[in-house]
């Protein structure tokens, strides 16, 4: 199998995965009403497929190493359909919510293989824009999957709409997985090597570009799991209005990789990676004046975040080349180590906002504490 058609099959498994994040979210309402849940219910949701998807990274990156990159592409992405085909009938809440643990475990497995894969195939700056195809399927996940699932759930169910995520990751690990197990083969220079993970998490080089995509990312965490109530709740917005919001949030991502792609020379990225951050605490500042001078408006919120977004989607690209360089070892295990870092702050950080309520001056001072550090972390990188 190409190069070309291992970067699809990745981004394709990426973006069933992500959809985990984002889909159901315009559902929320009506999932929680179907299974009479309690009203923590909606935050709980999206904390542990967080949590599922960090506990269990180091244990992918150890399993990569071990059976392939390709092989825990194939067999997590399997399973992730299997898991979601069981959410599609779930009876009760703590049911939902439990398979929503082990669905972010899967999720997490399938983030790690697949950036392993791009590591093993690509290097330079032919790795940053690998990356940028890849948040490609961020983008996708982010918007567009949002409003196709509100689409749906208007249309028929949620329970519909869960089907439609299983059965494409089952079909595609069966039919393209195995010709990606089989045929990917690891370059020489990672083969039998394992990083020292506790010298690469000291290393500034290494772990201030994590940071900074980490905190970016924890941003669009904070968005997606607090925007549906906050703006169906405090701006009287419709579930199908706020699945439209899915398409200039898709544009502002995909605008922002689209950058990186072009721009991304091998020598430049950490020009781009403290640009963009720059940017990222721009949009946060314009959100936190225009939400105080327009409290009634949500154009006040969305506007700036989809700034917000662009920056975003040139950071985290150039963030991951950037890390990924660091390591001289096989890929897996660093993958999963900059996979653990990013969730380990996006769970803790939705932790925060689902205890102090959900209002938009908790989510645009969140935005803005989460845009300074990320500011931070880059201006201190070497």
């Not at 996940?141 to 494409?168: C, D, E, K, Y």
């Not at 900074?212 to 701006?235: E, H, K, M, N, R």
Request: with cysteine; glycine share 8%; aromatic share 8%.
């Amino acid at each position: 199998m190409t190069k070309r058609r291992i970067l699809y099959f990745s981004c394709l498994a990426v973006l069933l995965c992500q959809s985990g994040i984002t889909f159901y979210l315009p559902m929320l309402p009506a999932i929680a009403n179907d299974l009479n849940a309690t009203a923590e219910f909606a935050a709980l949701s999206l904390s542990l497929f967080l949590v599922g998807m960090g506990v269990c990274v180091m244990l992918w990156g150890r399993l990569g190493t071990t059976l392939g990159s390709g092989r825990m592409l194939t067999w997590t992405l399997l399973l992730y359909g299997c898991c979601t085909l069981l959410l599609a009938a779930s009876p009760v809440d703590w049911a939902f919510l439990a398979l929503r643990l082990l669905q972010g475990a899967l999720a997490g497995g399938i983030s790690v293989a697949a950036r392993a894969l791009l590591v093993e195939q690509y290097d330079g700056k032919d790795l940053t824009r690998a990356y940028s195809s890849l948040s490609l399927c961020f983008v996708l996940s982010l918007g567009a999957s949002q409003f196709i699932g509100a689409m749906i759930a208007t249309l028929t169910n949620w329970r519909m709409a869960m089907l439609l995520v299983a059965l494409p990751c089952v079909l595609m690990a069966t039919v393209k997985g195995l010709d990606v197990a089989a045929q990917h083969r690891v370059l020489t220079r990672r083969i039998g090597e394992r990083p020292h993970l506790h010298k690469l998490i000291v290393q500034p080089r290494f772990i201030l570009p994590v940071l900074a995509g980490g905190f970016g990312y924890s941003i669009i965490v904070v968005f997606s799991s607090t925007a549906p109530l906050l703006f169906q709740q405090s701006f009287n917005w419709s579930m199908w209005e706020y699945g439209l919001l899915g398409w200039p949030i898709s544009i502002a991502y995909l605008l922002g990789t689209r950058l990186a792609s072009t721009l991304a020379t091998g020598h430049n990225e950490v020009m781009m990676l403290r640009f963009s951050s720059a940017l990222l605490l721009l949009g946060a500042l314009i959100m936190l004046i225009a939400s105080s001078l327009l409290k009634n408006s949500a154009y006040a919120i969305w506007l700036p975040y989809c700034l917000m977004l662009v920056a975003q989607g040139m950071a985290y690209p150039v963030s991951l080349s950037l890390a990924s360089r660091q390591s001289t070892g096989a890929a897996s295990p660093a993958m999963a180590l900059i996979a653990l870092v990013h969730q380990l702050l996006a769970a803790l950080t939705n932790l925060i906002s689902s205890s102090v309520g959900t209002s938009p001056t908790v989510l645009v001072m969140l935005c803005a504490g989460l845009a300074s550090l990320a500011w931070l972390a880059t201006r201190a990188n070497p």
